[in-house]
C-alpha cells in the first residue's frame, strides 16, 4: 500500500490525484473536510438531504448481477438505450426494463477511471462491471455500445473491467464507439469489444503504455512550517522503497518493479486481442482517425446510430446462426459477421460500385501474386532436382577416378617387377660366362702343371 500519494497515473493520462494520507499530511483543511468537520455548514450524510443525483450514485452500488431476478436495475446519467420502437437513442433511461425488447444498452465510459465509485465524482469501473452484467442478462438488451470518452485511469480495476467486457461480447454483441478519447486505461477495455467505432475525424485513441505522477510539495509544505515524518518498521525496511527513491530522483527501482510489469501486461492483453495493431503503437502514442484505421488500433468510422446499427444487425446475424441447422460453430459465425459488417460499413462509405471494383481489383492482383508464386515454388523445385542430379554425378566421377587410379598404380607395379626379371636374367647369364670363362682357365693351368683332374 502506497502511504502518501495514490499512484493513480500508471496508467492514466491525468497528471494527478490525492489520497486521505496525502490530505491528512500536506491539506489539513481538507484533512477536516473529509472528516465532517463543522466548517460553516453540517456536512449532513443522512439520505434525506441527499441529491437526487448522489442518491442513485448511492443506490447504484446495489445493484444486481446479471440472472439475479428481481426488479430491473437503477442507474444515473451514464446510461443510454436505444429504443427500437421509436428508432431513437433514449437519452434519460434509469432502469433497462424502461426500454423495450430488442433495445441496445449504450454504456458510457467518461472521464477519469477510477476502481471504486468518487465522492461526488465518476463512476467507478466495479460499478460499470455492475452495469454490465446486467445488460447481459436482461432479455429485452440485445446488445452494447460501450460509448467512450476517456483518457485513461487507475490500473486497478482496469484489467478486471475489460474481461468482462471480453465476457458479454460473448453473450451478447459488444462494440466500441469512440466519443471523443479512448485512451490508456480505456483502450485497454475497448480493445475487449469485437469492433471499435471512431466517432469522426478527430476522435483519438491510443496512448497504450504506462506512466506514474504525482506532485512532490514537501519543499513548499516545510518553508511552511510542516514537516513529514515517515517512519517503517524495523522489518520493513523495503516498504514504498521504489517510491522514495523515485523522491530522490532514482527512477529505476519504480520503473522496473512497478511500470514494466504492468506495461508488459498491458501490452499483451492488448495484442491477444487485436493481433493487427501496428508495433509502432506501442510506444504510448496517440492517434487521430485516419491513422488509428491505417494501423490497426481501429476499425471503421460512424455515427452513434452507426454503432448502434452494427449491433443490431450482429445480433440479428447471431440470432439466425442460432436457429440454423449448420455446422458452423457460434464463434465462426461472429467472426463471418463481423467480416460481413466491416465490408457493409465499408461498401457504405466508399459506395457499393466503387467497393466492387476494388474487390474485383484485389481479387485479380491475389490470382497474379498466387500464380507467381507457383511458378517460383517450380522453378525452385526444378532447381533443386538438378543440383542433386549433378552433385550425384560429381560422386560418381570421383568414385572411377579413384578406381583408374588405383589400376595405374597396379600396372606400375607389374612393370617395374618384370623390369626387375629381365634385369636379373642379364645378370645371371653374364656370371655364367664368366663362370665358364675362368673354368677353361684354371684347366688349363693345371694341363700345364701335368695336374690331372
Not at 497515473?9 to 500536506?26: D, K, L, M, T
Not at 465462426?332 to 481489383?361: H, I, N, R, W, Y
Amino acid at each position: 500500500m502506497i502511504q502518501n500519494f495514490q499512484l493513480l497515473s500508471s496508467i492514466f493520462r491525468q497528471p494527478w490525484a490525492i489520497s486521505p494520507e496525502f490530505a491528512q499530511s500536506y491539506f489539513p483543511l481538507i484533512s477536516r473536510l473529509a472528516e465532517g468537520a463543522d466548517m460553516g455548514g453540517d456536512m449532513d450524510l443522512d439520505m434525506d438531504r441527499k441529491t437526487e443525483h448522489e442518491k442513485e450514485i448511492i443506490a447504484s452500488q446495489n445493484l444486481p448481477m446479471a440472472g439475479s431476478g428481481g426488479e430491473s436495475e437503477e442507474f444515473d446519467w451514464w446510461l443510454r438505450g436505444y429504443n427500437p420502437k421509436t428508432g431513437r437513442v433514449q437519452t434519460k433511461v434509469n432502469r433497462f426494463s424502461d426500454l423495450p425488447d430488442g433495445s441496445v444498452a449504450i454504456i458510457r465510459n467518461v472521464g477519469a477511471m477510477m476502481k471504486a465509485d468518487q465522492w461526488c465524482g465518476p463512476m467507478g469501473s466495479e460499478t460499470k462491471e455492475r452495469i454490465l452484467m446486467s445488460a447481459v442478462g436482461s432479455d429485452n438488451i440485445v446488445g452494447i455500445v460501450w460509448e467512450c470518452d476517456s483518457g485513461g485511469g487507475m490500473v486497478a480495476g482496469t484489467e478486471s473491467l475489460a474481461g468482462t467486457l471480453e465476457y458479454a461480447d460473448k453473450i451478447k454483441p459488444t462494440i466500441t464507439f469512440v466519443n471523443g478519447m479512448t485512451c490508456s486505461a480505456c483502450y485497454w477495455t475497448a480493445s475487449k469489444t469485437r469492433h471499435i467505432m471512431m466517432g469522426g475525424k478527430t476522435s483519438e485513441v491510443g496512448s497504450i503504455g504506462t506512466m506514474i505522477s504525482w506532485w512532490d510539495m514537501q519543499g513548499y509544505y516545510e518553508e511552511q512550517g510542516y514537516k513529514l515524518h515517515t517512519i517503517r518498521a524495523s522489518k520493513s525496511t523495503d516498504k514504498n522503497e521504489d517510491f522514495y527513491q523515485a523522491q530522490k530522483g532514482n527512477y529505476e527501482p519504480i520503473i522496473k518493479e512497478t511500470l514494466d510489469p504492468i506495461n508488459e501486461e498491458f501490452h499483451a492483453s492488448v495484442k491477444a486481442s487485436r493481433p493487427g495493431i501496428d508495433k509502432d503503437c506501442f510506444s504510448g502514442k496517440v492517434y487521430f482517425t485516419a491513422k488509428a484505421l491505417e494501423n490497426g488500433l481501429a476499425d471503421s468510422e460512424g455515427t452513434l446510430q452507426d454503432a448502434i446499427d452494427f449491433v443490431l444487425a450482429e445480433a440479428e446475424n447471431k440470432t439466425g446462426s442460432n436457429s440454423s441447422n449448420d455446422n458452423e460453430t457460434e464463434m465462426s459465425t461472429e467472426k463471418k459477421s463481423l467480416k460481413q459488417s466491416v465490408a457493409d460499413a465499408v461498401a457504405s462509405a466508399l459506395g457499393a460500385d466503387d467497393m466492387a471494383s476494388k474487390v474485383t481489383a484485389l481479387e485479380g492482383e491475389r490470382d497474379s501474386a498466387q500464380a507467381s508464386l507457383a511458378t517460383a515454388e517450380k522453378e525452385r523445385d526444378d532447381a533443386q532436382t538438378a543440383k542433386t542430379k549433378a552433385e550425384g554425378d560429381l560422386a560418381t566421377a570421383k568414385t572411377r577416378i579413384s578406381e583408374l587410379e588405383a589400376e595405374v598404380t597396379r600396372l606400375g607395379g607389374l612393370t617395374n617387377t618384370n623390369k626387375d626379371r629381365v634385369q636379373n636374367k642379364n645378370t645371371e647369364t653374364e656370371n655364367e660366362e664368366d663362370q665358364s670363362g675362368i673354368n677353361a682357365q684354371i684347366k688349363a693351368m693345371r694341363q700345364e702343371q701335368g695336374i690331372e683332374d
